[in-house]
């Protein structure tokens, strides 16, 4: 198949960068009693806004590795090379993730293993080695094979005690490999006590949605007219969105679990959400409105955990008592004084979020106006 020689994709970095400022958004209310629904991941069936937001970062992990590795491979790296690539960052990103996990009291009795960098580290992993050794049109077959068997394992095998086909948050497969292969080192804030929203068995669909980014990096590679390009990702992505709720006739869409069908609405709106950026970036060259995207895309990996750093130090490492003798985190100090003394709970909560994501902001704008890409 003819491609392009590789070319750097702004609109690609513009949708990370989005991607990230979303997380950290929602990742940091000022308070969790006071947060808006859309900024509110579904408890269980059914999604929001923000349930869309991993599942794009994945995503674009797939559409960045189309573009990274082919760009390797012309500048004559061989497999081996990127082997060791591929190896080096899952090591380094599944580090992270634990390291964020258990900052700033490391108590490895308790930590969580599973997270969102683990995550991101497998699906790389798995899906890198994928691309390197298989031709586009079986990674077609490995793609929707994937989502396939993960529905036939859920809806078939039996869990002890409960029965086969169970999608409740106690009973379901993935709640029982979690609660006993991480037994203790699960997410406290999980539906149910044991399962882990990043665990075990969910990251095997969470592998299609980084290979629907390589399919989808592929043929924007491809040698054909760019309104085409955009116009079959609207297409593709209406279908996936279309092709999603009807697999949740059965297989209900639900992010905890990684469902097929979750898989499909979520690379269907990515389609959509990356075409729009393409023909606005790189097709019609309004570019200016996403260069603070561009900022925090250039150094993703690295905001994502400096944000997770700070915020765990304003809670954990700082304290401020008052005149009354209470003390509290600093983040309560910062946000009671700041915010909630002149805004309603929900609006000063999300104000908080939006100046701390700012702040951020302006740390990485120092590093990209210094050229410093922290890449792992």
Known sequence: MMVEKSKRLVSLDAFRGITI???ILVNNPGTWNAVYK?????HWNGWTPTDLIFPFFLFIVGVAIVFAFSKRLTLGQTKKDLYLKIV????????????LNGFPFFNLSTIRIPGVLQRIAITYFFASIIYLNFDIKVIYYITFGILAVYWIIMKTIPVPGYGAGVLEPVGNLCWYIDSHIFRGHTWAGAPAPGFDPEGLLSTLPAISSVLFGILTGNYIKRKINEYE????LFVWGFFAVIGGYIVSIWFPINKNLWTSSYVL??????????????????????????VPFLIYG??????????????????????????????????AYLFRTLFASWLPPHQASLAYAIVYDLILLGF?????????????
């Open 38 to 42: 859309p900024l509110q991941h579904a």
């Open 265 to 290: 609405l979520t690379t269907g709106m990515a389609l959509i959400f990356l075409a729009t950026c393409y023909w606005l970036i790189d097709i019609k060259g309004y570019k200016k409105w996403s």
């Open 21 to 23: 400022a979303a997380m």
């Open 364 to 376: 990485m704008t120092i590093l990209y106006k210094k050229k410093i890409f922290i890449k792992v």
């Open 88 to 99: 080096r960052r899952t090591l380094i990103l599944f580090g992270l993730g634990l390291f």
């Open 229 to 232: 390009k955009v116009s079959s």
């Open 298 to 331: 250039s150094n993703a990996i690295t905001v994502y955990t400096l944000s997770g750093i700070i915020a765990r130090m304003l809670i954990f490492l700082f304290k401020v008592k008052l005149s009354d003798g209470e003390v509290i985190t600093l983040k």
